[in-house]
C-alpha cells in the first residue's frame, strides 16, 4: 500500500502538468503539489523538528493547506489541522492540548495577527518553537538538497502511521482532536467509489473545509488515489459554488445539508448549466427528504451520503444504484465490515430490538482522541465498540435510520422528541429555508420545542402560521415548535454544521432577559 505522498509523486512524475486542485481562478498541478510539498518538508527539518512532533495547520481552504499535510507526512510529523473559522479560544485549546511545537499560518486570520499571538501563547507556557507564515505559493523555500532529501526518505510516514489529528466540529464546545491513519481512509476511498461509481474521470468540488473528515475523503484522499482535479471553496457562497460546476465540469459535489439547501435558494441555480454533476455527497448533518428531492429534480445528480462520524468512520452509506425511498430517507444499508450494533444507555446489545445507541467496530474507526482518556472512556467501550452520538433504528434488511442525536432530543413533560424530526417537518413550509431546532427550557414541562429558521428571500412567518401549516399535513402536535425565532443566518461550527450549543444559550440568554 503506498502513501498519499507516494500517489502524489506518481502523478507528478507520469503527468506533471495535470491538475490536481483548482482554487480562486487559479489552477495546482501533481507537480507543483510535489514540489512545493517537497520544500516545504525540507523546511520542516531545516527546524529541527523531532520526528512525530505536531505541527499546526491553520489555513485556508486551498492548495497549501493540502501540501502542508502532505509535507508534514513527508517529514516524519504529526499534522494539526485547525478548521479555517477556529476563533482565538479554539486555536489555544488545541494547540495547548497537542503541545503543538510549530505552527503554519497566514501573517492575518479572522482579524488576528498570527505573529502577535503566537507571542502571546508563548508568554502563557506554550512550547511553540516556530511560527512559519504562508501566505500563498510554497515556491519560496529552498527544494530539499541531496542530504535533506534522503533524511525525507527515512522519515516518510507509512499509510498505517498516524498522519493527522483533526478537531471535532465543536457543535458542543471546545473540540477534541481525533488521531487518523491513512489507511482507514483508504477503505472509506473503497466504498465511495463502489457507492458513487467514482472512476478517473471524475472532477471533484469539495465545499468542506479540509481538516475535517468529510472534507479529508473528499478533497485530500479520494481525488488523490483516483488522481483526478479537485475544486476546492475558500469561502463558501451557493453563487460561487454553482459557478465552478458549471465551469469546471464537476461531476462529484461534497457539501454539508446546510450548504446544499442554500444552492436551491441560490437565484442562480437554474440559471445554470450543471449537466455534469452526477452526484452530490452530503451528510454532516440530517438529510431532509423534501429539499434532497428537490436538488435531485433540479439538477439531474443523485444525493448520497455516508452516516457516521469522524471518529467512527462509516456505519452505513447508500448508492448510486438505491431507491430515492432508502437514499433520502434513510442512513443507507450497514457497512458489513463495521459489525454495527444497537447499544442502549447501559450499554447492553440491543440490536435485535432494532433501537438503541448506534455503535460500531471496524477498519473505519479512527484511534480515538489524541491524549484524552476521560474522552476516549466515553467514546468506545471496554471491548473497543465505538459509539455514535446517535440513537438509530435498525430494520431487517439492513438499513439505518437515525432518529436523532443523544443530545439532540427535547424532552417535554417526560416526552422525547427528537429535534431532527422536527426540523423535517418545519422545512416542508414554503416560507422556510433552514430550520434547526433547540431545547428551550420551561419550569412547567422542563423542555419546549424551540425553532431558529431562516427564511427565503421575501417570506415572512409566524408560529400560529407555522403550526396552521403544520396541522393541515397532519404533523403530531407534540412536535409543533412552541416558539419560533427567525435570523438572517444560523450560527455554524467550524466544520460547517448547525452550532446548535450557540442556539441553546441565545434562547437561555432570550428567556433570561424577558423574565
Request: aromatic content about 6%.
Amino acid at each position: 500500500m503506498k502513501s498519499l505522498a507516494d500517489h502524489i509523486d506518481a502523478h507528478a512524475a507520469a503527468r506533471p502538468g495535470a491538475v490536481a486542485y483548482f482554487a480562486d481562478d487559479r489552477s495546482f498541478s501533481w507537480a507543483e503539489y510535489r514540489d512545493g510539498s517537497d520544500r516545504l518538508a525540507a523546511h520542516l527539518l531545516r527546524l529541527r523538528l523531532a520526528a512525530g512532533e505536531r505541527v499546526a495547520v491553520l489555513l485556508p481552504d486551498g492548495p497549501e493547506v493540502h501540501s502542508a499535510f502532505v509535507a508534514c507526512e513527508k517529514a516524519g510529523l504529526l499534522a494539526l489541522g485547525i478548521g479555517p473559522r477556529a476563533a482565538r479560544q479554539e486555536i489555544r485549546h488545541l494547540l495547548k492540548r497537542t503541545r503543538a511545537a510549530a505552527l503554519l499560518s497566514p501573517a492575518n486570520h479572522r482579524n488576528m495577527d498570527m505573529a502577535a499571538l503566537t507571542e502571546e501563547l508563548r508568554a502563557e507556557g506554550l512550547g511553540l518553537r516556530h511560527h512559519v507564515i504562508l501566505d500563498g505559493a510554497l515556491h519560496g523555500f529552498d527544494a530539499p538538497n541531496s542530504d535533506t532529501a534522503r533524511a525525507l526518505a527515512d522519515r516518510r510516514l507509512e499509510p498505517d502511521d498516524v498522519f493527522l489529528l483533526n478537531s471535532t466540529s465543536g457543535t458542543t464546545g471546545l473540540p477534541k482532536c481525533v488521531v487518523h491513519d491513512q489507511a482507514r481512509w483508504y477503505h472509506f476511498h473503497e466504498l465511495a467509489v463502489e457507492a458513487g461509481e467514482l472512476s478517473s474521470e471524475d472532477v471533484f468540488l469539495s465545499a468542506i473545509p479540509a481538516p475535517f473528515g468529510f472534507g479529508i475523503w473528499t478533497a485530500h484522499v479520494t481525488p488523490t488515489l483516483l488522481g483526478v482535479p479537485t475544486v476546492l471553496m475558500p469561502s463558501f457562497t451557493p453563487e460561487a459554488v454553482i459557478e465552478a460546476i458549471q465551469r469546471h465540469r464537476v461531476t462529484v459535489l461534497a457539501a454539508v445539508s446546510t450548504q446544499f439547501i442554500l444552492m436551491l435558494d441560490a437565484g442562480t441555480l437554474d440559471r445554470a448549466d450543471l449537466s455534469s454533476l452526477r452526484v452530490l455527497f452530503t451528510g454532516g448533518e440530517r438529510v431532509p427528504f423534501e429539499r434532497a428531492a428537490e436538488f435531485e429534480e433540479r439538477t439531474g445528480a443523485r444525493v448520497l451520503q455516508f452516516y457516521g462520524s469522524n471518529e467512527t468512520g462509516a456505519l452505513s452509506r447508500t448508492s448510486t444504484r438505491d431507491s430515492r425511498d432508502v437514499r433520502l430517507r434513510t442512513a443507507g444499508r450497514v457497512i458489513e465490515s463495521m459489525n454495527v450494533r444497537l447499544l442502549d444507555d447501559a450499554g447492553r446489545d440491543v440490536t435485535t430490538s432494532g433501537r438503541g445507541r448506534a455503535a460500531c467496530k471496524g477498519p473505519l474507526l479512527s484511534r480515538g482522541y489524541f491524549d484524552d482518556p476521560e474522552a476516549n472512556a466515553a467514546l468506545s467501550t471496554d471491548d473497543g465498540w465505538m459509539r455514535t452520538g446517535d440513537v438509530a433504528t435498525l430494520d431487517a434488511n439492513g438499513v439505518l435510520r437515525v432518529v436523532g442525536r443523544s443530545g439532540d432530543f427535547i424532552i417535554r413533560g417526560g416526552k422525547n422528541i427528537s429535534g431532527p424530526a422536527v426540523e423535517e417537518a418545519v422545512a416542508t413550509h414554503p416560507a422556510v429555508a433552514l430550520a434547526a431546532a433547540v431545547a428551550m427550557p420551561d419550569p412547567t414541562f422542563g423542555e419546549r420545542v424551540c425553532v431558529y429558521a431562516v427564511l427565503r428571500a421575501g417570506q415572512s412567518l409566524t408560529l400560529e402560521a407555522l403550526t396552521s401549516h403544520l396541522r393541515k399535513r397532519g404533523v403530531s402536535p407534540e412536535t409543533w415548535p412552541e416558539r419560533l425565532v427567525l435570523l438572517d443566518e444560523l450560527p455554524r461550527s467550524s466544520g460547517g454544521k448547525i452550532h446548535k450549543a450557540r442556539l441553546r444559550e441565545d434562547i437561555r440568554r432570550r428567556l433570561t432577559e424577558e423574565e
